[in-house]
């Protein structure tokens, strides 16, 4: 199964020129490495993704950071599934934290969004994981999420979700002592696994693939995604800088 290597740029690149810049970065990164087995998703803010697109970078495939459930109208600042797509976006990040923390987002809400995606062609990553105060309960609160942005999710559909395990009180996080120990992502993995299985079964379960995020860096990717045997990585902060990405991505080969 190749590997996912998810940069969430989140609300960072604030120019044409920072645009223009961070491309050329990628693309020089890029050059004259050998990256198999993994797929580089890059999730620029939305008003980037026209640059992104006509930029092509070889290796790079697009991503977004939300969407809309509905396909088109009278949804001011939204963008639908179909822009996202016609545009050419592969993936689209839902239910991230700071979407259900800034934006109020709920599960039910996240459910919407990723019958939408799946239904208009695109891989939903649905975020999920407890926050700080959560901790104690993670588990519960991990297994609520699923059940609930996963209803009428039907058998021939699940393969296209991709599940991303980050433990809110990780992201971007400075202090290394503040992060999931590799045993804490194995136990997710198999609870998120464990959970799909149940209601996928085993066959359809295992074509799912389960991803870490939360502080993310070259230094604890080994250690952390590799071997909790990840289907990959979310990396937000780091992705922002393209040496870093690629250094990961080039770990996770
Ligand atoms: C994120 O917010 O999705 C994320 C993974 O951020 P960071 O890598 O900065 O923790």
Redesign the pocket.
């Known amino acids: 199964m190749s590997k996912l290597i998810i940069g969430?740029l989140k609300m960072n690149i604030l120019s044409p020129a920072q645009q223009e810049q961070y491309l050329s970065l990628f693309k020089k990164e890029l050059t004259g490495k050998k990256i198999n087995n993994c797929e580089l998703i890059l999730c620029p803010p939305a008003i980037h993704l026209p640059g992104f697109q006509k930029a092509k970078i070889k290796k790079i495939i697009l991503g977004a950071q939300n969407m809309f459930w509905e396909e088109k109208g009278s949804y001011t600042g939204e963008i639908s599934p179909a822009m996202l797509k016609n545009f050419d976006c592969a993936y689209v990040i839902l239910g991230?934290s700071?979407r259900r923390r800034y934006f109020c987002e709920r599960d039910e809400e996240v459910n919407l969004k990723v019958i939408s995606a799946l239904k208009n062609g695109l891989k939903p990553v649905l975020c999920v994981g407890e926050n700080g105060e959560q901790k104690k309960e993670g588990s519960k609160v991990v297994l609520q999420q699923l059940e609930n942005c996963l209803a009428n999710i039907s058998r021939g559909k699940i393969e296209n979700v991709v599940i991303c395990y980050?433990p809110v009180w990780a992201?971007?996080s400075n202090n290394p002592d503040h992060l999931p120990s590799a045993n804490d992502i194995m136990s997710a993995k198999l609870l998120i696994r464990k959970f799909l299985v149940g209601k996928y079964g085993v066959k359809l379960a295992e074509k799912v693939k389960i991803i870490y995020?939360?502080?993310?860096s070259a230094s604890i990717t080994k250690e952390v995604c590799l071997e909790p045997g990840m289907d990959g990585v979310?990396?937000?902060?780091?992705s922002l800088a393209p040496h870093e990405f690629v250094k990961i991505a080039s770990l996770l080969n």
Request: charged share 25%; net charge negative; no cysteine.
């Open positions: 969430n991230h700071e980050e992201i971007s995020g939360g502080s993310v979310l990396i937000g902060r780091e």
